[in-house]
């Protein structure tokens, strides 16, 4: 009988042990997932919801969200973003798939940098991961830039200085919904069309 209870309880740990051998860890999740970004519906239709902007809509106040058309296909200039609480210059890009949006990214001067991360760890939380590199100047110069990463079901963000013009921050919001490869091309495809 002893034998019986022992060949169970060795069967049920080979079991248990087999099991537990081919769980995956899973992500971690992201609570504060977004459906809109700075103001720009990720669900909508992108054409339909922002405007044209006029000609006199950088004088017009209070100044609202608008699109204006860049020499890249399925590409727009957004003005009018409402304060984010960061200074200095912010130029913003929306990438379309049809007319629902792929991607928004963000860009401004590096040395608001930190500004922009506690941006968006208040709305966005704490990141999903975050990465150090070290990156090189055309000088030869180096040093260590982190890449700040939330990942959530439908949509990332990734933070970080621009490869190639470090004076310059990124923030690229992928809505994978609708264009799950598209952080990919940001490295082949600057937002300027060059």
Known sequence: MRAHVMAAAAGLLVVSTAIAGNETEAPKSWVFEPSTFIGINLGGDFLTELP?????SETTEPRKLCR?????????????IPYLGFGGRCDVEV?????????????????????VTQYLRKNYDEPTSIESSQSTTASGAWFTTEVLRWDGSSTSIELRRKEDDFGVYQVTLTNLRTAP????EGATHPSDGT
């Open 52 to 56: 044209e902007c006029s000609a006199d």
């Open 68 to 80: 204006i058309s860049t020499p890249i296909e399925n590409s727009y200039r957004v003005d009018g």
């Open 181 to 184: 490869k598209i952080a990919d």
């Open 95 to 115: 990438r379309l798939l049809g007319a629902k949006v792929a991607s928004i990214r963000l860009s401004g001067d590096s040395e608001d940098i930190s500004r």
